[in-house]
Nanobody, 119 residues
Framework: VQLQASGGGLVQPGGSLRLSCAAS????????MSWFRRAPGKEREGVSC????????YYADSVEGRFTISRDNAKNTVYLQMNSLKPEDTAVYYC?????????????WGQGTLVTVSS
């Protein structure tokens, strides 16, 4: 059971990135998929979640309107489209599988991908 996150990098403020999280060893269909991030010196925070049942999406206030989470069950992959990036979005981003978006327990974590927003 493995989640592989990718797509991070260095981007200028106002730019965009798309993160991907590919699953192997299990099917994402039955899991709510989340993105978390941990900025330097800060606690980990939830960024977004997409449910398995009806595709409902949830966002942290800090990213609402700028980030979009989506899933492609056929590719067993979840995405995070990040637009209008700000320096405060700089963090290591992790994907995670949970039973539901309200479940505090994470079934599986990805390894993290670094996003740096800087001019």
């Amino acid at each position: 059971v493995q989640l592989q996150a990718s797509g991070g990098g260095l981007v200028q403020p106002g730019g965009s990135l798309r993160l991907s999280c590919a699953a192997s060893g299990f099917t994402l269909d039955y899991y709510a998929m989340s993105w978390f991030r941990r900025a330097p010196g800060k606690e980990r925070e939830g960024v977004s979640c997409i449910s398995s049942s009806d595709g409902s999406t949830y966002y942290a206030d800090s990213v609402e309107g700028r980030f979009t989470i989506s899933r492609d069950n056929a590719k067993n992959t979840v995405y995070l489209q990040m637009n209008s990036l700000k320096p405060e979005d700089t963090a290591v981003y992790y994907c995670a599988a949970r039973k539901s978006c309200s479940d505090p327990m994470v079934s599986s974590w990805g390894q993290g991908t670094l996003v740096t927003v800087s001019s």
